[in-house]
């Protein structure tokens, strides 16, 4: 498209009082844009009108906004997105905020970012948004509490939903149970669970809007969001039954929990006796003897002999909190526990009843439950550890000794019946991947070094499958990438419905341990997340966390050297391949965070208004003193635009100074970063490449997964090419930073400002 660029800078907030507004107008004249001007109230209803005008009057296509945030005022400077590019210059927060006023300093670093912007202006375009008539159809794998209250959630809200169940029967792990704790104020009563189930089922089963396979499992799930294809096929090998076709837009996974390997707890006694049994053999217990309604006023009696129990003892994060079981909490254990003694104590009035845990937790107002347990006499709760456990067999007694963490000393306990609380382990598809398996797979080449697991090796999934759920036909693996401990992986905490499968959404005790009440509201998230993804996809717009980005990347296969570094590294699944190695991108599956674009060693992958020419432009435009005056290095500084470019503008509006040595480029993932940056930015004369991006690793908070770590993994490479060039490696830096790490900054940049001043001026400034 034509450049017709319209330049406008505020002198409002500040700005005209620390800058020479005029020297930014000669500067941004430089480029002989179609329109420059200054106005003191740039966001004001004159000031917009003015640019409004000039695209009007003037045919103004590219419009680069001089003065505050691009993360401010989006609202306000919202010209049409398909026809009008805009460009946000940030010299307040960026500038006149951190940087003394009226210095030659700070005005030169305003002149820089101008540039910069103008630059990019030139080279960016409009986005052309993929907008597709797309199939609007949720489906929902599993028919437990969960998967039932998502069904009913989507058809509510006026969409046709696939429900697919493996059993023959809904209601899922609660339906076998005989009452659940209350779930509503005073919380001080069991009530029977199948009441409110059955209703729901009722619901569900009548509704005109939910398709519903029961006895079925998924076969395989092909496409993208608004165009998944799903096999559906019989659950028994043996049913003749033909396989079902359904296109789909988007998928709420909610397969749920199954109780933790029992034989695993044979350090807690487990197989000693029959009468030591888990947490889930006691409900099931319980539901044998219940009877359905039948019988009302039973007892529950020991399995060895069939008598009537007078002592019990309850044993907490069985297996749960442990580095060698699960290492997380299970969350209901606790409650489980609380509401089965409560009912051994209604039906066998006589027991005693011994709670034997580490910490109780019982969230929110279920503390109430809690207090109601402690006045019991006859339940006594020791907090504690299991030392050792033993079977009297001629007694017919179990021998429990407990080392008391509270009053420190050694408790032994006799008891008739033992209830191991064993932990949740999510109905995954694929079993959890050691950080050691994980390491062999990553290092297993140079070519696959950093790439996630699953990605590294298209056999992998092959591997560690241990149950196919949903059975993708991704090139990176048949299930939803998963935590080390089986759960999908997600950014739990500004993301936690979404997985690694764009369109693909977890909900209820498959995400994370919770309790029917939590999945309930989960399966509402989830369900509102699918829909959002159709709907946005719909429109070409983009979901998580670039929220309504238009753009998506683009490939110039013709120059396509089949190397697969974008389909290993792309932390979404979003390239597949075809038999050579050539890309086959699935744009509707895109994250937009151009990861495939750092990757690609011929630069064949950008965006309209993001790629390796129009960064590398911004580097070039760049006015670098051919030598050091006052000790004025040039610091590159590649800030992620989801932590690291925030904590820069909280920074600005706490006003605290920050060298005037950096320039700071914003790129929407460290993992987008391209290495010919690197190489632009040095023979430009820069002096020093500081990266400042989200956290990676095991607890990693970046927002597209692993870019942050890719970016680290590729430093590796750079580094021995600056060795080769005799280019001192620390000339590059890469910075792990939260959005919250905003004071670190000054300290960080100055940190290694002094590094640089250290090492002398780059030696190639000035060729």
């Not at 006499?377 to 504690?384: A, D, L, P």
């Not at 079993?431 to 696959?448: H, L, P």
Request: charged share 25%; with cysteine.
């Amino acid at each position: 498209m034509d450049n017709n660029v319209g330049v406008y800078v505020c002198s409002g907030c500040d700005i005209g009082k620390s800058l020479n507004v005029e020297r930014l107008i000669n500067t941004a004249n430089d480029a002989k844009p179609a329109v420059c001007m200054s106005h003191e109230f740039l966001c004001g209803g004159e000031g917009v009108s003015l640019i409004k005008k000039d695209i009007t009057e003037k045919s103004i296509n590219k419009v680069v906004i001089v003065a505050c945030s691009m993360r401010s005022k989006q609202d306000v400077f919202n010209f049409d997105p398909l026809s009008i590019y805009t460009e946000r210059v940030n010299i307040r927060e960026h500038v006149v905020r951190i940087s003394p006023p009226n210095n030659d300093n700070t005005q030169s670093l305003a002149e820089d970012y101008i540039n910069m912007g103008i630059a990019k202006a030139k080279k960016a375009e409009p986005p052309v948004p993929l907008i597709q008539d797309l199939n609007k159809t949720i489906l929902v794998v599993g028919g437990g509490v969960t998967g039932l209250n998502s069904a009913i959630n989507s058809a509510k809200a006026g969409y046709n939903v696939v429900l697919v169940e493996k059993k023959p029967n809904f209601g899922g792990f609660p339906y076998s149970k005989y009452k659940k704790w209350e779930t509503k104020p005073p919380f001080d009563k069991n009530v029977y669970i199948k009441e409110g189930l059955d209703r729901l089922i009722g619901e569900v089963e009548a509704s005109n809007n939910i398709k519903i396979y029961k006895n079925s499992k998924i076969r395989s799930i092909s496409g993208a969001p608004g165009r998944f294809s799903v096999e559906i096929e019989p659950a028994n090998e043996n049913d003749k039954v033909d396989v079902a076709n359904e296109d789909v837009g988007a998928v709420v996974v909610a397969t749920g929990w199954k109780p933790y390997e029992a034989k695993k707890l044979d350090y807690l006694g487990y197989g000693l006796s029959p009468d030591i049994l888990t947490n889930v053999e006691l409900e099931e217990l319980y539901s044998d003897l219940y009877q359905d309604g039948k019988n009302e006023n039973f007892t529950v009696s020991r399995k060895s002999n069939n008598e009537q129990v007078k002592s019990i003892a309850f044993i907490q994060c069985a297996g749960s909190r442990d580095e060698n079981h699960l290492p997380y909490c299970s969350t209901v254990c606790c409650m489980s526990s609380l509401k089965e003694a409560a009912l051994i104590r209604k039906n066998n009035p006589d027991a005693n009843i011994y709670i034997i845990y580490r910490d109780i937790r019982t969230l929110g107002e279920y503390e109430n439950f809690y207090r109601k347990m402690q006045d019991d006499e006859r339940i006594f709760m020791v907090k504690g550890v299991i030392s050792g456990v033993s079977y009297d067999k001629t007694n017919n007694i179990i021998d429990l000794n407990v080392k008391d963490t509270l009053f420190k000393g050694d408790i032994t306990l006799n008891v008739e019946m033992v209830v191991l609380a064993a932990g949740m382990v999510p109905n995954s598809g694929e079993v959890a991947i050691s950080g050691e398996m994980k390491a062999e797979v990553n290092n297993g080449s140079d070519e696959t070094q950093g790439a996630s697991c699953e990605a590294a090796d298209p056999d992998m999934s092959a591997q560690v499958a241990k149950s196919g759920i949903l059975n993708l036909t991704y090139r990176q693996g048949k299930e939803m990438p998963d935590l080390v401990y089986g759960f999908p992986d997600s950014n739990f905490i500004c993301f936690p419905y979404e997985s690694r499968r764009t369109g693909i959404y977890s909900a209820g005790s498959v995400r994370a341990p919770m309790d029917t009440v939590f999945s309930v509201d989960d399966a509402k998230g989830a369900t509102l997340k699918a829909i959002q993804c159709i709907e946005q996809t719909s429109k070409g717009r983009a979901v998580h966390p670039r929220s309504n980005d238009m753009t998506y990347p683009l490939f110039d296969l013709s120059r396509c050297t089949q190397c697969k570094r974008c389909t290993e590294e792309c932390p979404f699944g979003a390239i597949d391949e075809d038999e050579k190695g050539t890309p086959e991108p699935n744009p509707e599956r895109c994250r937009r965070c151009g990861v495939c674009m750092g990757a690609c060693p011929v630069r064949i992958i950008s965006f309209k208004n993001y790629s390796p020419d129009i960064v590398a432009s911004m580097i070039k435009s760049l006015y670098i003193p051919e030598e050091e005056e006052d000790d004025n290095y040039r610091i590159l500084v590649f800030a992620c635009e989801n932590d690291a470019y925030p904590a820069f503008d909280v920074l600005g509006i706490n006003k605290m100074n920050l060298s005037s040595n950096i320039r700071v480029i914003p790129v929407r993932c460290l993992g987008s970063i391209n290495n010919v940056w690197y190489a632009d930015a040095l023979s430009k004369g820069i002096d020093g490449i500081l990266l400042l991006g989200c956290k990676y690793g095991d607890d990693y908070q970046c927002h597209f997964t692993k870019g942050s770590e890719l970016a680290s993994y590729r430093m590796v490479n750079l580094k021995e090419t600056l060795t080769r060039l005799v280019l001192e490696e620390e000339r590059i830096k890469q910075i792990q930073l939260e959005f919250s790490d905003y004071m670190k900054l000054p300290e960080i940049v100055e940190d290694f400002v002094n590094t640089i001043k250290s090492l002398g001026p780059n030696p190639y400034k000035g060729f």
